[in-house]
C-alpha cells in the first residue's frame, strides 16, 4: 500500500477511535467503583469496537494459536513486547489478568485510573528496590485471588531490546510457583512504536507450550528463550547476540513470528 494511503487511512483511524471512546463517556462513573467487575464489560465492548476500527479502516487483523496450551488459572503470561497493541487486546484474549505496567502510566489521567481499575501493577524502571517488592507482591495477591499474571521480559517494545529476558521474570516466576506462559508475536509490523502510523496485515499471536513451576532461574530462563523462539543465551537472561533474527525456529521446529 502507498504511503499516502497508508497516512490517511491511520488519520481516520484516529479521528474514529476518539470518536468511540465519546461514546462510552456516559460510563466514566464506573471508573472510581471499587469492583473493577462493574466496568470490565464497558472495557471489553471498547476494545472489541476499536479492533473492528483497525480491521475495516486499517486493514489489520490478528490470529492466533495455541489457545489449546492454556493451562487453567492461575498462570504467568510471559510474552514478547512490540507494540501497545498487546497492551490493549490481551485482556480479550486471556481473561483480563494483571499485568506490569511502567509506573508512569499510572500518572495519565484517563490509562492511570483505567489501570488501577483493573488491578494492574506499577513497575518502577529506576530500580527502586522496596517498589519491586511491593509489585512482586502485588503479583502473589493476584494469583492467590486467582487472576494470571501478565509481564513483557524484555520490559521494553523497541526493537533493540526486544529479544532480551531480563532476569526479574524468573525471579517472578519462581516466587508465583505457576505454570508460565510463553507468547511470541508480530505486531510490530502492524502498529510499530514510534509512530501513529498503523500498516495493514495479520498480527500472529502464537502460545507456546506453559513451563511447569519448579526450575531452578537458570533453567528456567533456558527453557523460557527457547520456547520464545530466541537464540540460546550463555549469560542466563541477558539480551539476545546483536543482529539476531526477529523469527525463530520453536520446540517443534516450526517458525515462530517476531
Known amino acids: ?108 489521567p484517563l490509562g492511570g485510573r483505567l489501570a488501577r481499575n483493573g488491578g494492574h501493577i506499577a513497575i518502577d524502571r529506576g530500580g527502586d528496590l522496596a517498589g519491586l517488592r511491593a509489585a512482586f507482591e502485588g503479583a502473589r495477591r493476584a494469583v492467590a485471588g486467582g487472576r494470571s499474571v501478565l509481564i513483557f521480559p524484555s520490559g521494553t517494545r523497541h526493537v533493540e531490546g526486544r529479544d532480551r529476558i531480563q532476569n526479574g521474570v524468573a525471579a517472578l516466576y519462581d516466587l508465583l510457583d505457576v505454570p508460565c506462559v510463553p507468547v511470541v508475536l508480530d505486531s510490530g509490523r502492524c502498529w510499530p512504536p514510534g509512530t501513529w502510523l498503523k500498516y495493514p496485515g495479520t498480527i500472529h499471536v502464537r502460545i507456546g507450550e506453559p513451563i511447569a513451576p519448579g526450575l531452578d532461574r537458570r533453567s528456567f530462563l533456558t527453557v523460557l528463550r527457547r520456547r520464545s523462539g530466541l537464540p540460546a543465551d550463555d549469560a542466563g537472561g541477558a539480551g539476545a547476540a546483536e543482529g539476531a533474527p526477529s523469527t525463530a525456529t520453536g520446540d517443534d521446529g516450526r517458525p515462530t513470528p517476531g
Open 1 to 108: 500500500m502507498k504511503g499516502s494511503a497508508i497516512v490517511v487511512r491511520s488519520v481516520v483511524f484516529h479521528v474514529a477511535a476518539m470518536a468511540l471512546l465519546v461514546v462510552f463517556v456516559p460510563f466514566a462513573p464506573l471508573l472510581f467503583v471499587a469492583d473493577r467487575r462493574a466496568l470490565a464489560p464497558v472495557v471489553v465492548a471498547y476494545l472489541r469496537g476499536l479492533g473492528w476500527l483497525l480491521r475495516v479502516i486499517c486493514g489489520i487483523d490478528h490470529r492466533i494459536e495455541g489457545l489449546e496450551h492454556l493451562p487453567q488459572k492461575p498462570y504467568l503470561l510471559a510474552s514478547r513486547h512490540e507494540s501497545a497493541w498487546e497492551v490493549l487486546f490481551f485482556r480479550l484474549f486471556f481473561d483480563d489478568p494483571v499485568a506490569f505496567a511502567k509506573q508512569e502510566i499510572f500518572s495519565y
